[in-house]
Structure formats: C-alpha cells, structure tokens
C-alpha cells in the first residue's frame, strides 16, 4: 500500500485546516497515474485525508501495481472561507524496497508474531533483523525466477524463512560445503551421508527446507541452475 502524506503550513508552522480533500478544481480525480495518456484514476476526487497530527494529515490507498508514479490534487480549506489547491507527484510502492529486500521488517515483525519457534529472530537487534532480510531476499533473486510483475506472498514468507535461519547461525558456505562430506567422526562416534539423495534447497544457496518449498512453484524449469563455491 502507499501513503500520500501533506502537512498544512500557516508562517511555516503546522497548523489544523478547516478541510482536507482529494480533489482538483474540476473534481476530476484525487490520485491519478503520472504519465499516463489514458489518466487512469487511482483515488476519487472529495475523498477525506485522515488527520494524523496538528496540521498533518494522510491517505492510504492500495496501489494498481508495483513502481508507479502518481499525480495528485489535495483541496485545503482554512478559516475565513479560503481555499487553494496543493498538487504534485510521488512514487508509489516499490517491487523491491530501497533497502534491498522484498519486505520491510514492520512486515516481517508480523510475519513472525503468527510463527512458532521465532526465538533467533525475536533475540536479535532491528539492524540485524534488516540485513538478514537483504541477505533473504537476494539469496531468492540470484535464483532463475519466472518473470514477475509482482512479489508473491510466498515468496516474501519464504524470504522470512531464510532470515530466520541465518540469525540462528545456519552459514550458506559451510552447508555448501557438507554436501561433499561422506562421514563425520568425533572419538568413537562416526556418522555416514547419504549423499545420492539431492539437496537442492543447498546447492541454490538456501538454507532453509521451508524456504525452497515455497520458492520452487516460482522457478522457471526451462533455465538449469548450476551453483558452485570456490
């Protein structure tokens, strides 16, 4: 979803108007595409923003796709009858977020509160939260995806997953390199690996089952992948 914030100035401080509507001198529209030959409406013209402090108000809308541009025309009414319009761009949500990865931590935050076992990433500190997220996210798209206009939700929990995994100290490098381990020994014990079963999910660099699982649906099958480390 994006936002369309405006605060109402009086001698450059923020001041309460009397009204605050979407809507242009013709009423044609509130929020509309920017370039855009055909105009395309997003937000209806005498559509109420949402006061959210002294002289700031905003309005929240469902976007039509991923990296839009809009145009807007916000109507501010204020004591003694007076009127003007305020209008300009914004850019709405973004495929990817600018921070790299395919959802904000707000978003991964609520993710987590609906899983059970989320103590690596409740345990962690936000920055570290973030670049786990990054890490996710760009570990997914070095994979051969089909073409995507938008992020699936599945693909956002599976970057969740990942994250997840690396802040409970699950290291890409070192599972890559244990699919070449036959057997494993410490004093009397040994432990033999099957290694003729496949693990895919390892080999593309995702450490988590539950991660690949939601990923495969979204591979493209006609570009083999082939992942090494050296």
């Known amino acids: 979803m994006s936002k369309l914030e405006y605060t109402h100035l009086d001698n450059l401080v923020p001041t309460d108007a009397d009204s605050v509507v979407l809507g242009d001198a013709g009423d044609t529209y509130g929020i509309k595409k920017a370039d855009d030959d055909d105009e395309t409406l997003v937000v209806n013209a005498g559509v109420e923003m949402v006061r959210v402090d002294v002289g700031t108000y905003e309005y929240t809308f469902e976007d039509l796709a991923y990296d839009l ?17 305020v ?35 409740e345990g962690a500190s936000d920055h570290d939260k973030e670049k ?44 890559f390199e244990n699919l ?22 390892i080999e593309s660099g995702v450490v988590s089952i539950r991660a690949w699982q939601l990923i495969k649906p979204y591979l493209d099958v006609s570009k083999e992948l082939k992942l090494s480390r050296v």
């Not at 949500?93 to 609906?114: H, M, Q, T, W």
Request: net charge negative.
């Open 69 to 85: 541009e809009y145009e807007y025309s916000i109507k501010v009414e204020y004591p003694g009858t007076v009127f003007n319009y």
């Open 87 to 121: 209008t300009g761009e914004f850019e709405g949500l973004k495929l990817v977020e600018d921070f790299g990865a395919y959802l904000s931590r707000p978003d991964a935050e609520i993710y987590f509160y609906n899983r059970l076992w989320s103590t690596a990433w």
């Open 180 to 201: 070449s381990m036959v057997s494993q020994g410490y004093a009397n014990i040994r432990s033999t690996y099957d290694r003729s079963i496949r693990q895919e999910h």
């Open 132 to 175: 786990a997220l990054i890490m996710a996210s760009k570990t997914i798209m070095q994979l051969s995806l089909m073409d995507l206009t938008t992020i699936p939700q599945d693909l956002k929990d599976a970057s969740c997953e990942i994250a997840i995994a690396l802040l409970d100290g699950i290291d890409p490098e070192k599972e």
